[in-house]
């Protein structure tokens, strides 16, 4: 198993502001993920954060807006960029030990963007 | 078609009862799958994978059905403490890492 410290678990920020989100993990990784939740509704994929190089962007998530870090296994940042209100929302990073193993969740970031 | 399907309720069940959640995949060659618990306000956490001979952990089972490409989640004995949304999760495999949430069951046990 992993255990994931996300933080900050919440903030409300000015728009046109940005906002960096880390991710720990208590032990070396394969994959990391970041995940957007909006309100009632499911996890959607942002982009795969890949170690030494750039992420993997799914379709509707963009480097300028969502620019990711991963220098190493164990660490990782999203920040979400020149934010406006349709960017409230909540946050979760995600770490896979192995392949097609089961996914660990960080404990979100509830973001408000006023 | 949604790449997995699931029937977002609430479902409403009395203490004690024993209820089923289904989920539909599209995708036939996805390997591996998961039910994962989101209590309100928290991320989700794994409940239980889901292999193709099924599996049971309690009170509750999880099964796969390839030829018609849903799992399904029993939980028996309903507690209070069940309450929560119950995510579908399947994974492409084939070299894709990626998982695909469905939108959740939400349950609600009542005394």
């Known amino acids: 198993s992993a255990v994931i410290s996300q933080k900050p678990s919440r903030d409300i920020c000015q728009r046109g502001t940005s906002l960096t989100i880390q991710c720990q993990v208590d032990s070396q990784v394969t994959m990391m993920f970041w995940y957007r939740q909006q309100p009632g509704q499911s996890l959607t994929l942002i982009a795969t954060a890949n170690q030494g190089s750039e992420a993997t962007y799914e379709s509707g998530f963009v480097i300028d807006k969502f620019p990711i870090s991963r220098p190493n296994l164990t660490f990782s940042t999203l920040t979400v960029s020149n934010m406006s209100p349709e960017d409230s929302s909540i946050y979760l990073c995600s770490a896979e030990p192995g392949t097609n193993t089961e996914a660990f969740f960080g404990q979100g970031t509830r973001l408000t963007v006023v | 078609r949604k790449e997995v399907e699931q029937d977002p309720g609430p479902f409403n069940v009395p203490e004690g009862a024993t209820v089923a959640f289904n989920c539909t995949y599209s995708?036939?060659?996805?390997?591996?799958f998961f039910w994962y618990r989101q209590d309100c306000r928290k991320e989700p956490k794994l409940l239980m994978s889901?292999?193709?001979s099924g599996n049971e952990d309690g009170r509750f089972t999880a099964q796969l059905n390839r030829a018609s490409q849903y799992i399904s989640l029993l939980i028996r004995d309903s507690k209070l403490s069940d309450s929560a949304t119950y995510l579908c999760v399947v994974s492409p495999g084939g070299g894709t890492y990626k998982y695909i949430f469905g939108t959740g069951t939400r349950l609600k046990v009542l005394a």
């Open positions: 889901v292999y193709s």
């Open positions: 995708n036939s060659a996805s390997q591996s």
